[in-house]
């Protein structure tokens, strides 16, 4: 089987859990992926519910999660081979393959990793562990060593001379002693996988072109078998040069934090510590101009600080103390210290880098669909190969060794090299380009699927407006002696984190002690609660109000006057009556008004899930333009409202808070904003917004069309390509030069598409 809720490991293991890759979610989840328990050593970490029963550990009964850095592993041709040695090793419990990262997750009995390790090797290439065993933390891989080109160009040059010595009608030994020559330099390398893979009943690209020189020798075309292993091993090398740019667009967030940062020590000295071995609690200076090392909360100086690695912001933004720097970021003008709030394993830019590894990963629907053809369409080719070279010459005449030629044609066209890594490199691609604009996509299937959004759901507060409003109007309904409604409504709003009542709270005068509040708790979607001198108070909307039975007409007329001029009103009762009422106005975000515009001219049809009255979330609405609107939303509304319009197309759900996570679970794309810094959002959002801006949405639509688009250019180039030249080769109208053209070119190409994301 193979384990779809692998993550790879690159948080400590008090922190590590299991989640979702990339897998589409079905409609009727109405809950965030849960954390597991903590997982320890030997790379190991817990697999998702359902795969086995936990163990104390945290982990299935005898079963560990090993990863492996398998350097020969960067295309499909090696995984088809991993896949088939391994899976049918009983220790094995499921595999997850990263091509662009070239590591393995693979799940496996305890004490196997040994035969795993040896089973690989049997495969002609060598693993080693991608994590470290003890803390679980991702293993810097050193680079491979760059082949040297003086063997190829040697090749090359062996393969021309037998060219030019068959048509310069010199004898044929001497153009066969080149031709092997060629061969025996440039494509031992070919045919050694190529004999691994026909050992193991793997018909990949190495097989397939092995028996295709092979069949050229034999049937004397010596030099057009070596002028073909010599332009197979170029394409080759090109092609590994070619998805390493796609690997580097990964490898450099990885290089955006510097090794070294500046740390108090006990003595009130300062002294360059690696950043590795910092601890949370530490005091860091940055000099101006300097790359910030770590996450932080400032406690001293002002600077500007360029967040773009990790937010995609254009503009630097202002610190001061008391503000979050994070890790990758860059410091300005100012000087500042700042204490160190995660260790770098565990910063904010780790777990990007985690998360964007593991969405590489995922199998995209596109991804899975090529594998299921490509599984079907080698072993076709090759039966078809084989009957031109066998049937043909007897149904159809002609001579042996002219169909035996078409069929060695055809075997070099019949690898869909090119069809099965277009789609990887594209995903990876568009993957890369979105975290640099401060976009983190959970998986290939998200970035697949969003060009099919029909229905954008948003939460208001924070979302569509800046989440900070400020107090309008205070009217105090009971003149009670000895009572003073503001100031208990200021000590209960004081202990909530809500943005109105964070309002409420600031509005109140300078120097007013709050009074003592207990029994303080939610009322989800309604308000909060809490006991002032032995008196129970109720602080919170319309609706609470209502359900408490102290609504009058009179009330309702004043909260009506207040709540179309757009302001939100809350009220604070003691259950008998209502005390007083609070109105409050928040603004609009100017980027919000664009991106809604925007999401229109892409087709896609907007509605406002909010917990406040009908009659605000109108006014806020109307400003910037949403299609529909629906007030007095809880938790539980919000879930059913996305579930509903669900019904009329793909729906994504934006939100930046605990009240949304039903609905952002149960939306088709859920959206996370401002998730800088957050652990939770970064977790278990589908797509996490680093930032609060919304046209960041408008970008993510974008590239999902623009991938969907590079997506299927791709499959059409490679299989395009492939049906030109397979319809060539049986008409005899094709070479084996052409057939390599056919195969690598074609790889190439999509290669080459599929990078242009990059540049997004």
């Not at 090359?156 to 092997?180: C, R």
């Not at 018909?203 to 049937?219: C, E, Q």
């Not at 609504?551 to 809350?570: H, I």
């Amino acid at each position: 089987m193979d384990i779809q809720r692998i993550t790879p490991v690159i948080t400590p293991p008090d922190c590590c859990h299991a989640e979702a890759t990339g897998q589409e979610k079905p409609a009727d989840r109405d809950r965030p992926a849960p954390r597991q328990p903590c997982c320890t050593a030997d790379t190991a970490q817990s697999i998702g519910p359902g795969d086995a029963a936990l163990g104390a550990a945290g982990l299935p009964a005898g079963v560990r999660l090993s990863r492996l850095y398998i350097d020969q592993m960067d295309c499909p041709t090696e995984e088809g081979m991993i896949r088939k040695k391994l899976g049918g090793m009983p220790a094995v419990q499921g595999m997850e393959f990263n091509l662009m990262g070239r590591v393995l997750t693979v799940a496996h009995d305890d004490g196997a990793l040994p035969a795993l390790e040896a089973a690989i090797r049997e495969l002609g290439m060598d693993s080693r562990p991608a994590a470290d065993p003890t803390t679980g933390a991702a293993l810097a891989v050193p680079e491979p060593d760059a082949k040297p080109w003086w063997p190829l160009a040697l090749a090359g040059a062996a393969a021309l001379g037998a060219e030019m010595v068959h048509w310069a009608g010199w004898p044929v030994w001497i153009g066969a002693v080149l031709a092997l020559a060629a061969i025996a330099i440039g494509g031992l390398g070919t045919y050694k996988k190529g004999w691994i893979a026909l050992r193991h009943g793997n018909l990949n690209i190495n097989a397939l072109m092995s028996i295709a020189v092979t069949g050229a020798l034999l049937i004397g075309q010596w030099p057009e078998a070596a002028m073909v292993m010599v332009l197979f091993t170029l394409a080759e090398l090109i092609e590994a040069k070619s998805l390493d740019r796609a690997r580097n667009a990964i490898r450099g967030l990885v290089q955006l934090t510097p090794e070294l940062a500046t740390v108090r020590l006990p003595d009130g000295g300062w002294a360059d510590v690696s950043a590795g071995d910092i601890e949370p609690g530490r005091i860091v200076r940055v000099k101006p101009g300097e790359r910030i090392a770590l996450d932080g909360v400032i406690t001293d100086g002002q600077s500007s600080v360029d967040q773009a690695p990790i937010t995609g912001e254009s503009l630097p933004v202002e610190k001061t103390a008391g503000d979050t720097v994070f890790a990758g970021t860059i410091n300005g003008s100012g000087a500042i210290e700042f204490r160190v709030t995660a260790a770098a394993m565990n910063s904010t830019l780790a777990r990007i880098i985690h998360a964007v590894e593991e969405a590489q990963g995922a199998r995209a629907p596109t991804a899975r669909f090529i594998d299921r053809f490509a599984k079907i369409y080698t072993p076709a080719v090759f039966v078809l190969a084989l009957a031109i070279a066998v049937l043909a010459p007897l149904f159809f005449g002609g001579g042996w060794f002219e169909w035996a030629y078409r069929a060695l044609v055809m075997l070099v066209i019949a690898c869909p090299c090119a069809l099965v890594i277009s789609t990887p490199v594209t995903i990876v691609s568009g993957l890369g380009a979105a975290a640099r604009h401060g976009i983190l996509i959970k998986g290939g299937a998200y970035l697949e699927e969003g060009h099919k959004l029909a229905w954008l759901a948003l939460d208001k507060t924070g979302t569509i407006t800046h989440g900070k409003p400020a107090l309008t109007d205070t009217v105090v309904l009971a003149q009670d002696a000895g009572l003073d409604p503001v100031r208990i409504a200021a000590g209960i709003a004081a202990r909530s984190d809500h943005p109105v009542s964070r309002a409420v709270a600031a509005g109140r005068q300078k120097g007013d002690a709050l009074p003592e509040v207990t029994a303080f708790g939610a009322l989800p979607g309604r308000g909060v609660r809490g006991t002032v001198d032995g008196v129970k108070y109720q602080f919170g909307n319309h609706r609470l109000i209502h359900e408490l039975g102290v609504c009058s007409a009179d009330l309702e007329a004043r909260l009506g006057e207040l709540e179309r001029q757009g302001k939100t009103v809350v009220l604070l009762s003691d259950g008998e009556r209502v005390l007083a009422l609070f109105a409050v106005a928040d603004t609009v975000k100017d980027s919000s008004r664009a991106a809604i515009g925007a999401l229109h001219e892409l087709g896609i049809k907007t509605v406002m899930l909010t917990g406040d009255n009908i009659h605000t979330a109108r006014a806020i609405a109307g400003q910037v333009g949403i299609d529909d609107v629906l007030g007095d939303q809880l938790p539980e509304d919000k879930q059913r409202a996305v579930a509903e319009y669900a019904r009329r197309g793909k729906v994504g759900m934006v939100g930046d808070g605990i009240n949304d996570a039903p609905a952002l679970a149960r939306a088709d794309i859920g959206f996370a904003m401002g998730a800088a810094g957050t652990d939770t959002a970064i977790e278990t959002a589908d797509v996490a917004l680093m930032d609060d801006d919304l046209n960041k949405i408008v970008r993510f639509v974008r590239l999902s069309r623009a991938t969907r688009t590079v997506l299927v250019q791709n499959i059409a180039l490679a299989l395009g390509i492939k049906a030109v030249f397979l319809a060539l080769a049986m008409l005899g109208m094709a070479t084996m030069w052409m057939a390599v053209f056919a195969d690598m070119g074609a790889s190439l190409l999509v290669v080459a598409n599929g990078l242009r994301l990059t540049r997004r």
